[in-house]
Nanobody, 123 residues
Framework: VQLQAFGGGLVQAGGSLRLSCAAS????????LGWFRQAPGKEREFVAA????????DYADSVKGRFTISRDNAKNTVYLRINSLKPEDTAVYYC?????????????????WGQGTEVTVSS
């Protein structure tokens, strides 16, 4: 499975972005998918996850209400909509695929990782 994340950029605080992650592989619809982020000088942290069907989601407390994860299995793509961006959202955002679990926030459960897309939020 190969994952390609894109959609990052430089945005002013209060703005919005939609990140996308396109995946290869015929069994995409059976994977759990997640987004993580890593800010400069910090550990990678969980952001959001969605199960194989898209009906179940999970979010880090710090992003609830502002971030929305969704997926389109017909397009082999997972999305992360980010609203009301804050400077503390500045990070490299990574998408990941989990072939064993439906919904998990643990990075070590994920089997495949994309290369990341950078989001910079100016104040």
């Amino acid at each position: 499975v190969q994952l390609q994340a894109f959609g990052g950029g430089l945005v002013q605080a209060g703005g919005s972005l939609r990140l996308s992650c396109a995946a290869s592989g015929r069994t995409f619809s059976s994977y759990g998918l997640g987004w993580f982020r890593q800010a400069p000088g910090k550990e990678r942290e969980f952001v959001a996850a969605v199960n194989w069907s898209g009906r179940n989601t999970d979010y880090a407390d710090s992003v609830k209400g502002r971030f929305t994860i969704s997926r389109d299995n017909a397009k082999n793509t997972v999305y992360l909509r980010i609203n009301s961006l804050k400077p503390e959202d500045t990070a490299v955002y990574y998408c990941a695929a989990d072939i064993s679990y439906g919904l998990t926030s643990r990075a070590y459960d994920y089997d495949y990782w994309g290369q990341g897309t950078e989001v910079t939020v100016s104040s």
